[in-house]
């Protein structure tokens, strides 16, 4: 191999056996003319489905795909291979790829075939479908339909150009009379099927594209499509579920090839063949050359192992035409490229927050001080280029120790296992206090809101890892661990749901003490009201009541105010006579607190927490491999259907009921599967006795599924009895509100923070 070439012409199969070294058998040597693997300072995968339909589309097409860019082997980096396969072993690899991987990753799944290998579990599965025109959106620019199936979305998506969920009832149709697939709403453990047990439910006859693309290579007689029948009639014998469905319509089908559409069919997949894609190759010197800013750290200047400068330049120059890298994914990126073993660290830990949180604020908890330090704010590129490459300075041996802190955090120079570095044994910890279990934590979290929470909350979710760091240097007495346990998840809770300025809260809350400080039950007292007034007219939290004093602010409304209704007008422009300033006023007691709680859907699932901890016990967003859309199981479901509270002109109560209508006080969590199939079901003919207790429809003895059954006359009025039915549904709404919010409220010891 001739390193200094300035490029290099792969074919698509060449591209894809980097992540499937079975596809370079027949090849020259039986390997491709190059072996790139990722390095670590790249990003993870970002393409939506639709981006990766469409690239295939324009390979069928004969449209240019673009080029790549590769170097040889950066000695700074690890490697790891894309998203769909294992790749080549280490020292088989020749060089990185620096710009393309989303495409490889595309290309690969192409080629992916995901029943060969009985025991692997695709993430995902790509096909091609035979018959499409029915199943064409009319504006769609597509030649060619693709159909990917994703764990988030196995029965496939819609055929616009853009990103198309199936709705719900083409989900429930799909699995009932597609798959088979059991449907089986009170199951305690929620199970939906994976990419191998499904096809595209919106396609004519769907086909896995692998399979083409390999009978277009090795075509029988001559033929793609008698290659393509026998391959088909082997999954009668082999696998039962398929061979009921798509396998037998796509082998009718193929009985009559002489079909104008199947004929250019052909002649494009064979056409695939002959694509070749450009892997530029960057010079070697245009990556170890000694950079303006490396120059400037004089005798201390990296050596040219050590050079990662010129590769973040050209990384970040790269990336900017394609999806720009921002804010935590950039310093993401940076921390990877310094310290190329945290990925590995990372990837095997288990359960974990999101990656790119992980990594930063493990970094930032390695470089604050314990005990009474102070801690490390958020990190800058430079600061993070200063930490890795020490410069003979004043400052050198702090930069020095720095480093060591950040190796020492992910266990980067030792033998010590993953589950063993300081960041696994800190992770368990916040894990500990968060998650719930049925016996040890049940005022814990489902998985989702704690990954929400470090995600969304990043700053909250940092000040536990300090004081958990803290905790496994001087451990909570036995007889105090519980209190503050609860204390640390309500103060979080707090902040995260109803924070007007998170980041300045956790700031005070520095102010009021140091990591150590907060192991003591008694820290905890008031921290909330201290949170309230942050000083300058700033508020760090909203006014929060107690239960009690919040079932006085959101009066039962009666007869004569129902049908005007408002939560503004009743609660702050009310009473009549009151001049701006009181009102004012009292917008200032209420209404953030109000807003907050009436659509707080965390405080839904928290609410429902033993339910979504059952039901969903796998899923978690950052942790199950989803793609980033549509990966909810589950939907937020109103009890009373939207239907009855929209589009009712000339209804007397359709104000009020859309007022309620909309908050949590009328939702609750259901099955993607199961949600929206009730059209206009009341509560009462679609909620089974089952699902009273966890959906909150329980108030001691009495079933409130019949105060959420409203019909269309009731919204309309006319008479007492529909207005005391809307009111009944209103007064129920509000009853399962205020009753989820006490539960938090008092499962998380508020009263004793306030």
Known sequence: MQDHATSHVLSLREVASWQFPVLAHGMKNDRPTIVAAIPSLQRGAVWKPQQVELLWDSV??????????????????????????????????????????????????????????????????????????????????????????????????????????????????????????????????????????????????????????????????????????????????????????????????????????????????????????????????????????????????????????????????????????????????????????????????????????????????????????????????????????????????????????????????????????????????????????????????????????????????????????????????????????????????????FGMDAPACVRRLWELGSADHWLKPQAFDGVLGQLKDLGESRSGIVNLRSPMGLAKIIEKPNAQTLKDWEWWHTLIAAPAGDDQDEQEKRHARYWPMLEKLAYSEPLLMYAQRAWMARRFSDYDPHTSGFWDEHNRPWDFDHILPQTYFTKKRGANYMRVCQQWGYTIGNLHILRFEENRSRQDLTAEDSISDEHLEWAWLREGSRDLRPAFSLSHDDVRGGNDTRRDNVLGFVCAARTRLLRMYEDWYTQLEIESML
């Not at 060619?144 to 055929?159: K, Q």
């Not at 002489?258 to 064979?270: K, T």
């Not at 010079?283 to 490396?294: F, I, K, M, Y």
């Open 60 to 497: 069928l097409r004969g449209f240019p795909i673009g080029s790549l860019v590769v170097s040889t082997l950066l000695e700074t980096q690890q490697s790891r291979s894309g998203q769909h396969g294992a790749g080549w072993a280490t020292e088989q690899l020749t060089h990185h790829l620096l710009d393309g991987q989303q495409r490889c990753n595309a290309i690969a799944l192409g080629f992916h075939d995901p029943f060969a290998d009985t025991d692997s579990d695709p993430d995902s599965t790509l096909w091609l479908d035979l018959a499409p025109e029915p199943h064409f959106s009319a504006n769609s620019s597509r030649a060619f339909l693709l159909r990917l199936c994703t764990r988030a979305h196995p029965w496939g998506y819609g055929a616009r150009d853009e990103l198309e969920k199936l709705l719900a009832h083409q989900v429930r149709e799909a699995l009932r009379e597609d798959y088979r697939w059991p449907l089986q709403p009170h199951e305690d453990t929620y199970q939906r099927p994976r990419p191998r047990d499904t096809w595209p439910h919106k396609a004519g006859v769907p086909v896995p594209l692998a399979w083409l693309l390999h009978c277009a290579a090795h075509p029988q007689d001559g033929s793609l499509w008698a290659a393509l029948r026998a391959r088909l009639e082997q999954v009668f014998t082999l696998d039962a579920l398929h061979a009921r469905h798509w396998a037998r319509k796509a082998h009718d089908l193929l009985q009559h090839v002489e079909s104008a559409a199947l004929q250019d069919l052909a002649q494009a997949l064979q056409a695939t063949r002959y694509v070749r894609m450009v892997a530029l190759n960057v010079a070697p010197g245009a990556l170890t050359r000694s950079t303006r800013q490396e120059s400037l750290l004089g005798d201390a200047a990296p050596t040219d192992e050590q050079r990662i400068a010129n590769v973040e330049h050209l990384f970040q120059r790269l990336n900017a035409g394609g999806t720009e890298l921002r804010g935590d994914e950039l310093l993401y990126s940076m921390v990877k490229a310094y310290w190329p073993g945290i990925e590995s660290t990372i990837d095997q830990l288990s359960p974990k927050p999101p990656a790119t949180q992980v990594a930063l604020l493990g970094t930032r908890v390695a470089l604050s001080e314990g005990g009474q330090g102070k801690p490390r704010g958020a990190l800058s590129v430079s600061q993070l280029r200063t930490i890795a490459h020490p410069a003979k300075t004043h400052n050198s041996a702090e930069h020095s120790l720095e480093q060591q802190r950040i190796e020492k955090m992910f266990a980067l120079k030792c033998a010590t296992p993953t589950h063993c570095a300081e960041i696994a044994r800190i992770l368990k910890v916040v894990d500990g206090w968060l998650l719930y279990d049925a016996r040890h934590n049940p005022w814990g979290l489902p998985p989702v809101l704690r990954s929400l929470l470090a995600d969304k909350c990043s700053e909250m979710f940092f000040f536990l890892m300090l004081v958990a760091r803290e905790s496994l240097q001087q451990p909570i007495a036995p007889r105090q661990e519980k209190a503050v346990r609860r204390r640390l998840l309500g103060l979080a809770t707090a902040i995260h749901w």
